[in-house]
């Protein structure tokens, strides 16, 4: 009983199959300013349709500069996916991050 429960715990552990793909815009400098913008994004058929309407990076940013936008396929998605695909192959989600560039703003000179 022991090693069917072994052999179950391995086989979840890789059919989850998480996955990542990070994309960087320019150099990448460190900020701590900003916590990325988290956000599912939904395909359905396969992966076919783009249920949702494409990151709007500009919006996500407040008009700054994206800096980084990473998509994940994490458990939770997997877990909602794999519930209501049991029946047909409907709905993919995955998270979108969004991290923005840090915006300076220039210092003001008080006139005397």
């Not at 990448?28 to 058929?45: F, M, S």
């Not at 458990?75 to 840090?102: D, H, I, M």
């Amino acid at each position: 009983m022991q090693n069917k429960m072994m052999l179950v715990m391995v086989m979840l552990t890789v059919m989850s199959g998480c996955t990542r793909i990070h994309f960087d815009n320019g150099e990448q400098i460190a900020n701590t300013q900003h916590a990325p913008k988290k956000q599912w994004h939904h395909n359905a058929a396969l992966s076919l349709y783009e249920v949702s309407e494409p990151v709007d990076l500009k919006k996500n940013c407040d008009g700054a500069k994206w800096s980084s936008v990473e998509t994940q396929l994490s458990f939770v998605n997997g877990l909602a996916s794999t519930a209501v695909n049991e029946v047909a192959p409907l709905w993919y989600p995955k998270t979108v991050l969004t991290t923005c560039e840090k915006v300076q703003v220039p210092l003001q000179v008080k006139d005397k």
